[in-house]
């Protein structure tokens, strides 16, 4: 999917007017079915399957939260095939409205801005579950997973269930990922789709439940590997493009132990500091094609990543100041170029976006967010870091060091968990005081 790219001055952008508020539309049966037919029609490829696991729980008009796991826009497609004739409003981020509020809209979506305070995120969810008497679908991951495992999820998920306390529901999905991956360059795979719609904790059990009960029932609901389902499934991925774009996650070499030097062509990644290349296999397996395989499963590879960088932010040595060029949106028309400036990221400070002739100067501290945007090859431009303001969204292209985009993402987590465990020690560490005392 391409968007809409228009060239402003950063003073031109912030003059136009944000998109005025809506609340969130019932969904009608014209809709509902023009959509299952169009969504069914786009699944035929995939030999796309379903169950349904305990979903007679449900009552026929009785609403649920249903939290789906992301991996692509083929999620909305599988939703809005199954779900069906059940209403349902959908929560989307800001800016995949661009070009398409016309139709989100009366198709029940809403939208929120991801990784900030959006108190109005939840008056909109109420205003669902009771006032159009309709389940609300969320990606509680917010992005697509980059790995093919589990983004990290908000801490206050299993508060909004506990809020809420309506029945909750999973719809999860497998070979999404695989057919589309996030680093793939847009390159379709034909892997076969399934996805399972499961009746997860009633209300009466959601109000016995404490949140950390809770946040274990999630915990275990969104425990998924793609490549080890692919593999356990026996899958053939034979496509000769399969590890284009592999790179872009896998950055750093565990051979020489080199970033920025990796890159992926064909059914190979490879390090132009040290030489060495591996094949990615047709059952997703990674192969040395010299020496040791020190790892042979994606997402192994990119845990190491993550330890490697929480190493660095403890070590103190984490951090990084490139070129950019930034890109903002603020209503649902156009992505604007606004000109170029300089990014930077450490544990101390957070992000510091700086442009246009300083005109830009954005600060994010690590203790505000949990996660970042960080998307390759986002909307077929570039890599990109977003960071979300409640004014306006920026989108960040780094022009030198493109490894910092996914790297940013490990470093904002690990950052923020850090953070959170020094807190934790502190309080630990406060009450034994008192109690000391």
């Known amino acids: 999917m391409k968007i809409k790219m228009l060239e402003k001055s950063y003073d031109e952008v912030m003059a136009l007017k944000t998109p005025k508020y809506f609340k969130p539309k019932k969904t009608n049966l014209f809709w509902q079915t023009l959509l ?76 929120t801005r991801k ?26 991951e917010a992005v697509y997973t980059l790995d093919g495992t589990c983004v990290t999820l908000p801490a206050s998920l299993p508060k909004l269930i506990k809020l809420l306390g309506v029945p909750l529901c999973t719809l999860k999905t497998n070979g999404v990922y695989l057919h589309v991956p996030a680093y793939g360059y847009v390159q379709n795979r034909k892997v076969p789709m399934h996805a399972e719609l499961r009746y997860v904790l009633s209300p009466e059990e959601i109000k016995k439940m404490s949140v950390s009960e809770i946040q274990a029932v999630i915990d275990r ?61 047709e059952l997703g397996y990674l192969k040395a094609l010299d020496g040791e395989t020190e790892f042979d499963h994606v997402p192994d590879w990119y845990k190491w990543e993550r330890q490697c960088v929480r190493k660095e932010i403890l070590d103190g040595n984490y951090g990084f100041n490139v070129p950019c060029d930034i890109t903002m949106i603020v209503d649902t028309k156009a992505l604007y170029k606004v000109g170029s400036g300089r990014i930077s990221h450490n544990a101390t400070e957070g992000f510091h976006l700086t442009g246009c002739d300083g005109k830009i100067d954005l600060r994010q501290s690590p203790d505000t967010a949990y996660t970042c945007e960080a998307i390759p090859y986002f909307y077929q431009i570039d890599d990109v870091i977003g960071i979300s303001t409640n004014r306006a969204l920026y989108f960040v292209f780094p022009t030198e060091q493109k490894e910092v985009v996914v790297k940013a993402k490990l470093a904002t987590e690990e950052i923020f968990k850090i953070l959170m465990e020094q807190r934790k020690a502190k309080q630990l560490e406060t009450k034994a005081q008192k109690e000391a005392d």
Request: glycine share 4%; with cysteine.
């Open 221 to 281: 609901e969104f425990s998924f590997d793609n490549f080890r389902w692919q593999q356990e499934n026996n899958i053939v991925i034979d496509e000769s493009f399969r590890a284009d774009g592999l790179h872009t996650i896998l950055y750093k070499c565990p051979h020489c132990q080199k970033e920025g030097n990796m890159e992926s062509s064909g059914t190979t990644l490879s390090c132009t500091a040290c030489g060495k290349k591996w094949e990615l296999t």
């Open 115 to 140: 990784y900030i305070s959006d108190p109005q995120l939840i008056r909109d969810i109420k205003h669902c579950l009771v006032k159009n008497k309709s389940s609300v679908l969320m990606f509680p």
């Open 36 to 111: 299952k037919i169009i969504c069914k029609i786009a699944l035929l490829p995939s030999r796309f399957t379903h169950t349904e696991v305990g979903m007679e729980k449900l009552g026929k008009d009785e609403p649920a939260l249903i939290l789906m796991n992301h991996a692509a826009f083929t999620d909305f497609e599988i939703a809005y095939s199954m779900l069906y004739p059940r209403k349902f409003n959908t929560v989307a981020a800001f800016e995949t409205f661009m070009g398409l509020d016309w139709i989100m809209k009366p198709i029940g979506i809403f939208p």
